[in-house]
């Protein structure tokens, strides 16, 4: 089928270059045909190629109809559902699912589905990508979850430690395992639970020479509002 690049939204940027090499580096170490994957934002499958080289039992939730159509004539096989990912990760919940790798990759923030997923796995790894900071500047105020749970965020590094202890908090031996700033993004690895180490070594060395842009370090220091 002919795809046409600008529905697919892939451009030749350095943040997407460099999520291309995690996954590279994950399917070196963490994906074989056993692996279950369950990618809550699969958008029109960028990710989803990738993880497919390896593993066929990928689940892909996808809310915007014209991204969903391609998604299902790229992955007529893998288990695909157009809906809000809100409702699928509570049915997956309510099913006691479990995946080996969640990947969530939003525009925006998302607490609410990084709390459903927390259900969703044991062992394994988690990939999240930080939209938080473009949520703040589309909508004006942080997301209402971490403003219930009274935290205080003033800065761009606040914002950061909320979202690593909102996870650790949540999620079975949550371990920061790498994370790279790109223009307003972040793309974070956590394992969670019990994790072969030498496997984890080998990924981190994969990985090593992908740099955050500097801007990062100075938005830190920044206030948010
Ligand atoms: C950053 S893109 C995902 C890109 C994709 N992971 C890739 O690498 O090609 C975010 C996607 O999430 C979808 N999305 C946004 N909110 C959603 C929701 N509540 N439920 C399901 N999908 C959603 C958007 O339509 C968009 O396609």
Redesign the pocket.
Known sequence: MEIDRKV???KNTAGAQN?IIIAKAMINYFIDENTKIL??????????ELYNIKTNDITC????EE?FKILKERFPKLKLYH????LILKELISGEKKYDII?L???GGCPQQIQLASKLIDNGMLII?TGEFNYVRRFGHIPKIYQELGYKIETWKDFNDVLHDFIKKRFNNANLLFQYNFNKISRIVYSIGQVNAEKIQSFKRDIQFINSDFTFEKRKQKTLF
């Open positions: 697919i939204g892939y999520k990618e809550a934002y699969a958008g029109t499958g960028g990710m989803t939730i996808e809310l915007e991204k809906n809000d990912n809100i990947d990759d939003p525009y990508t």
